[in-house]
T-cell receptor
Framework: NAGVTQTPKFRILKIGQSMTLQCTQD?????MYWYRQDPGMGLKLIYY???????DKGEVPNGYNVSRSTTEDFPLRLELAAPSQTSVYFC???????????FGSGTRLTVV | KQEVTQIPAALSVPEGENLVLNCSFT??????LQWFRQDPGKGLTSLLL???SQREQTSGRLNASLDKSSGRSTLYIAASQPGDSATYLC????????????WGAGTKLIIKP
């Protein structure tokens, strides 16, 4: 049981480049989330999904896009990377709102 | 607007001490509150989840309490060990939307051997 798997663990992007952060969970969880964590700050929600085919914006969605074509996968797309997107990105999942979250180990992204 | 505050930002105590971490929130209309642990370079581990109707939850040496009326939660760690060293984060689910967590910035805990 792998839990929530995020790839890559580290990435350096140049300004204007694009990339996809991958997130996969094998627990058949309906709810999935993308957060970013800036140094010394709490996590901020980028996007979330309550099931396959359903996504919605969180607090800080600008510059990002997501899709949820399957229960297992919830990729986060960065278009036209900017230095302000330098952060650690966490994917999380849970069965439904009654339960706690399972987090991936994070992706550390630097935009230069 | 819900705001979550954790004080202190950092705490260093000798091994074996009992300690309390604090979390306060401004809007009592919460769905639940969770405590997480974050180790450097790693993801977050869920420690305890307290529903809004509950007063406390316990797991091993950890006990979390919730007082909605005062907007406070505490995480009590008994008989602290060096392995407890980590950053502890609390987060609340908004009452009007159980999808979104509002996070505190965390308390960095160092347990000295």
């Amino acid at each position: 049981n792998a839990g929530v798997t995020q790839t890559p663990k580290f990435r350096i992007l140049k300004i204007g480049q694009s990339m996809t952060l991958q997130c996969t969970q094998d627990m058949n969880h309906n709810y999935m989330y993308w957060y970013r964590q800036d140094p010394g700050m709490g996590l901020k929600l980028i996007y979330y999904s309550v099931g396959a085919g359903i996504t919605d914006k969180g607090e800080v969605p600008n510059g990002y896009n997501v899709s949820r074509s399957t229960t297992e996968d919830f990729p986060l797309r960065l278009e036209l990377a900017a230095p302000s997107q330098t952060s650690v990105y966490f994917c999380a999942s849970r069965p439904d709102s009654r339960y706690g979250y399972t987090f991936g180990s994070g992706t550390r992204l630097t935009v230069v | 607007k819900q705001e979550v505050t954790q004080i202190p930002a950092a705490l260093s105590v000798p091994e074996g001490e009992n300690l309390v971490l604090n979390c306060s929130f401004t809007d009592s209309a919460i769905y639940n509150l969770q405590w997480f642990r974050q180790d450097p370079g790693k993801g977050l581990t869920s420690l305890l989840l307290i529903q809004s109707s509950q007063r406390e939850q316990t797991s091993g040496r950890l006990n979390a309490s919730l007082d909605k009326s005062s907007g406070r939660s505490t995480l009590y760690i008994a008989a602290s060990q060096p392995g407890d060293s980590a950053t502890y984060l609390c987060a609340v689910s908004r009452g009007d939307s159980n999808y979104q967590l509002i996070w505190g910035a965390g308390t960095k805990l160092i347990i000295k051997p």
